[in-house]
């Protein structure tokens, strides 16, 4: 059992900056891949970023140039660091970890843009 907590989200004015943090419980997070989803109301979970254990990055083409994620294996936490961000970022934010067949999920951040 893998347990994920995100932090970080909350509201922030078009153009600013957030940072989301997600802690997971368990050792061996290293040789992990770890992702951040996003949701917004009425639509589908997508993908925004993942981060292998070796340290690569990909990035959902809406979010490029913009977000950059990032891993700290010594604090077993996740980073999405959110910079130039738009209303159509908001959504809640998620942390997955999959192990075998099955995947972990945290609980949500919110993360809302707006004036």
């Known amino acids: 059992q893998v347990q994920l907590v995100e932090s970080g989200g909350g509201l922030v004015q078009p153009g600013g900056s957030l940072r989301l943090s997600c802690a997971a419980s368990?050792?061996?997070?290293?040789?992990?891949?770890m992702a951040w989803y996003r949701q917004a109301p009425g639509k589908q979970r997508e993908l925004v970023a993942v981060?292998?254990?070796?340290?690569?990055?990909n990035y959902a083409d809406s979010v490029k140039g913009r977000f950059t994620i990032s891993r700290d294996n010594a604090k077993n936490t996740v980073y999405l660091q959110m910079n130039s961000l738009k209303p159509e970022d908001t959504a809640v934010y998620y942390c997955?970890?999959?192990?075998?067949?099955?995947?972990?999920w945290g609980q949500g951040t919110q993360v809302t843009v707006s004036s």
């Open positions: 997955n970890t999959n192990r075998g067949v099955n995947a972990y």
């Open positions: 368990r050792s061996g997070f290293h040789i992990y891949n």
């Open positions: 981060i292998t254990s070796g340290g690569n990055t």
